[in-house]
Structures are given as structure tokens and as C-alpha cells.
């Protein structure tokens, strides 16, 4: 017995609630026309932001910014989610091509870079948040730790050391820089592993560097890096390890649960709060979307398509569409734009009000594409069901479209994606060309292909055939439950 909840009404409807009566959107490119210049962009961009000249092989800048703001430094957690897109380049790439080959380079730089910076005397250890672009620490008043950094960074280089070794790596070279079976070690996984397993229990501060406490995103990257941290040791025959691990995984696995709220309807990212800034007083916050995003290749306990994520997301997109004012040209084809969170101060260089993120719309789609894609994994589903899933996944799809449609609209002619949006003008602002925008693109990118590949292969053996009024009544629901 399985329960697919998919949050269908809010993101084909909510918005009509706020849009105005202006045409819907013209653009003058389709969205998939659009999306391939932009793709490309953000790979190349993206990889302009690894090892830029000037800077230590192996870093990562967040944005060539030094100035309103300065961003021109190496942040743990950021360089972990930018290098996964790059190890998911040397993964799409073949093996031995010079795309591969440049791949491989950047991210055994990355990992060389990692160890310098763990063996660097810092003001909070591994939670230490950034550094600068030589290598040395950031001693400046921040707030730390951050111990989401080590988590992300150990199943990125986890990832790379798998794929490395199955097309033939070096297992030498492997246990030299990233994984040698020892304790104390001297390497830069089983050095997070290590920290990772024993820090979970601890408080730091929010992956917005704004929120001292436990938080939901911090959790479930740990629960990942463990998950796969205790594979990974056994493969390294690192049995012991293993099973300490997998060990601390399990009990961290019931405390994330703890952050669902009933009450609410939606997840709570940020518990026993003590410190840090007091305004985020619903606790509803995109990071909880972008941690089952970030795990999604993990049996985490919850995926992008989980009841509690999209019931959580349906709140999000609920509260924002009428929070900012470019939202007013919502419709049918154009989704609203998303923000952090609702209380959000931060507007790209200081506290006045907070804006719509690219990452965080982007965010959306990527959520819905993953929900797609999962309604038609199901081998389960009763004949008599099939197509209706078929047109469901068809609409969470272009739903997702729809969110897509928004970051196309604010994005300038030239691809340039900076870190938020005006909320009143919709023009880019914050640190332009920030990386993890174009991370964003990229992954959303890649959930959109896998939604759209899997309904090509529904509809080419199972052609639709029912009437639309059949549609009309099973979901326009708030929640679709299909009980098989």
C-alpha cells in the first residue's frame, strides 16, 4: 500500500488568485529555446567561478563581487553544491573525452583545496563557513558554525571517488587524498565523516548564516553524508566505520522527523532556536524545499515529492504570491517568484526588505519536475489509474514550466543571473553572477529532462485516450491521494 500525495491545486491555481488581467506571458523565445541558451550559459559561467585566476586551485567563489556586496570568498557549503553539478558533468561525460578529463582535474583540485582548508586553524573547527580565496580563513565576525559545509562536501567528493573508481581510477589515489580507512585520518572525506558523525547532535547556524539552532537543512544533509558515508567506508572496507555511520544516520533519521508539524501543515526548518535573528516567526523557509532537493539522490526521509515537502512548498508559494509586488502578473502560464522566507530582510547588500531568489523559484520547479518523474517511476499503479496519472504528471510538469517562466522573465537578454530579484521593479539585484543561481538552472535543467523523457515513454505505450471532463473531477483537489 502506497499513499501519492501531489499538492496539484496550488501550483496550477493559487496564482489565479493573484494575477492580473494582462496578457500572459510573450516571450520571444519558447521556454525550451530559452532554457538551452540558458543551460549553457550557466555551465559556463558556473565553471568560471571554479579557480578563477587569482585565486588557489580548487576554490570556488560565490560571485566575482568583492564589492556591494563582497562575495569574493570560498563558502564550505556553496563549493560542496557547485562541485555536485560539476561531478554530475564528469558523470554525463564520456569516459576519456577532455570534458571528462577537465571535470576530474577541477575536482580533484577542489578536494586538495578541502583538505587545506580543514587542516587550517579557524575560529569553529569544521563548522567554519568560508575562507579566503587563498586558502587562508575568514576570521571576521560571521556567524558560525555552519556544520551543513563538511556534510555536503564529503557526499560531493563521495560521489566523485564512486564514479572515479568505477571507470578504472586509482584506488591508491583515492586512499592518499580522500578516503584511507584510518584514525586519526588523513583524509578529506573520512575527516567530515568523522566530524559529521559526532557534530550532528550540536547547534550551529542556518545555511542563510542568520539562525542559531537545529536545523532541518543541516540535518538532512548529515543524515545523506552518513547514509552514503557508511556505503562508501564499506566499498573502502572500512567495516567499522561503516557501521558507526550508519549508526549515527539512524538516530539522526528520527530527529529530523521531529520537524514536521501537523498543526502548521508545514515543515519547521529551525528548532530550539538561541540565537541569531529573531524574525522568522512562521519558520516556513525554502531551505527545508532545497534539503530534500540537495539529498535527493539519498534514501532520505524526505524526497522533493514526499507528502510533507509539497504540502510545506504549497504554503511557500501560498504566502509569497501576494508578498511581492511583481508577483501582481502571476497567471496560468507564469508562476509567482519565491523568496527565502516571508519575514526576509536581506535585500542583496543590507537590511531593508527581502526580494525573490533565482535559486529558490528555481527551487519550485525542480520540486515539481522531481514529482513528475516520481508519479511515473511507480510499477505499482492499477491500469485503471495509469492514465490519469499520465495527465497529472503532465500538469505538475508544466507547472513547473510555469516557474521557470518567472526566472525567464526577470532574466536579462544576456543570461546574467544575480542572486535575487526587485520585488518591485524585477530587475536583478545582489551579487550578479552568482554561482549558485547558475547551479540552479543547471540541476532544474536536469530534473526537467528526466520529467519530460519519462512522459515521452508513457505516452508512446499508452496513448490518452480519456475525456478531459474525467480530469476536472479527480483533480481539482487540494490533495490527489491515490491509495494502491
Not at 562536501?153 to 581510477?169: E, Q, V
Not at 547514509?227 to 539522526?252: E, P
Not at 527545508?288 to 532537493?293: D, F, N, R, V, Y
Request: glycine share 6%.
Amino acid at each position: 500500500m502506497q499513499t501519492i500525495a501531489v499538492c496539484l491545486l496550488t501550483f496550477v491555481f493559487i496564482w489565479t488568485a493573484f494575477a492580473s488581467s494582462s496578457e500572459n506571458l510573450k516571450p520571444h523565445h519558447t521556454l525550451d529555446e530559452w532554457l538551452d541558451r540558458q543551460y549553457a550559459f550557466s555551465v559556463d559561467h558556473l565553471l568560471d567561478n571554479v579557480h578563477p585566476v587569482g585565486t588557489s586551485a580548487g576554490v570556488v567563489i560565490a560571485s566575482p563581487s568583492q564589492s556591494h556586496p563582497d562575495y569574493y570568498y570560498h563558502w564550505v557549503r556553496d563549493s560542496a553544491l557547485v562541485m555536485s553539478v560539476v561531478e554530475r558533468l564528469y558523470e554525463r561525460a564520456s569516459p576519456g573525452s577532455p570534458e571528462s578529463k577537465r571535470y576530474e582535474h577541477l575536482l580533484w583540485n577542489y578536494a586538495t583545496f578541502s583538505r587545506m582548508n580543514q587542516l587550517q586553524k579557524t575560529k569553529s573547527g569544521f563548522g567554519e563557513p568560508k575562507f579566503h580565496v587563498n586558502g587562508s580563513p575568514f576570521n571576521g565576525n560571521w556567524g558560525r558554525p555552519q556544520n551543513d559545509g563538511p556534510a555536503l562536501r564529503a557526499s560531493t567528493l563521495i560521489r566523485f571517488a564512486n564514479a572515479y573508481l568505477d571507470r578504472g581510477g586509482s584506488i591508491e589515489a583515492v586512499k592518499k587524498l580522500l578516503y584511507d580507512s584510518r584514525y586519526p585520518t588523513q583524509t578529506v572525506i573520512k575527516a567530515d565523516l568523522e566530524f559529521t558523525s559526532s557534530a550532528w547532535r550540536d547547534k550551529c547556524f542556518d545555511l542563510w548564516e542568520e539562525v542559531y539552532g537545529h536545523h532541518f537543512y543541516t540535518r538532512m544533509v548529515q543524515y545523506a553524508a552518513l547514509q552514503s558515508g557508511a556505503q562508501f567506508a564499506k566499498r573502502m572496507k572500512d567495516v567499522g566505520a561503516a557501521d558507526w555511520y550508519k549508526l549515527q544516520s539512524m538516530k539522526l533519521k528520527q530527529i529530523v522527523t521531529t520537524h514536521w508539524d501537523p498543526v502548521s501543515g508545514y515543515m519547521q526548518e529551525t528548532l530550539d532556536q538561541s540565537g541569531g535573528l529573531p524574525d522568522k516567526i512562521l519558520n516556513l523557509d525554502t531551505a527545508t524545499i532545497l534539503a530534500a532537493l540537495h539529498t535527493v539522490d539519498q534514501t532520505s526521509p524526505y524526497r522533493p515529492f514526499s507528502q510533507e515537502i509539497l504540502l510545506t512548498a504549497q504554503e511557500l508559494v501560498s504566502r509569497m504570491a501576494p508578498l511581492y509586488p511583481i508577483n501582481g502578473n502571476s497567471n496560468l502560464t507564469l508562476a509567482p517568484a519565491i523568496g527565502r522566507y516571508c519575514e526576509d530582510t536581506y535585500d542583496g547588500y543590507g537590511r531593508s526588505e527581502g526580494n525573490p531568489w533565482i535559486l529558490t523559484t528555481a527551487a519550485i520547479a525542480e520540486t515539481l519536475y522531481h514529482t513528475a518523474s516520481h508519479l511515473l517511476e511507480d510499477t505499482t499503479i492499477p491500469s485503471s489509474l495509469k492514465h490519469s496519472y499520465l495527465h497529472l504528471a503532465q500538469n505538475v510538469t508544466d507547472t513547473g514550466d510555469h516557474f521557470l517562466n518567472r526566472v525567464r522573465l526577470h532574466t536579462p537578454t544576456s543570461g546574467s543571473l544575480s542572486e535575487q530579484v526587485n520585488k518591485n521593479t524585477g530587475f536583478m539585484q545582489g551579487a550578479p553572477h552568482l554561482t549558485w543561481s547558475y547551479a540552479s538552472i543547471i540541476t532544474a535543467t536536469w530534473a526537467r529532462e528526466k520529467a519530460l523523457r519519462k512522459l515521452k515513454e508513457w505516452k508512446d505505450d499508452r496513448p490518452v485516450d480519456v475525456p478531459a471532463q474525467h480530469y476536472d473531477r479527480v483533480f481539482q483537489i487540494p490533495i490527489f491521494r491515490v491509495q494502491v
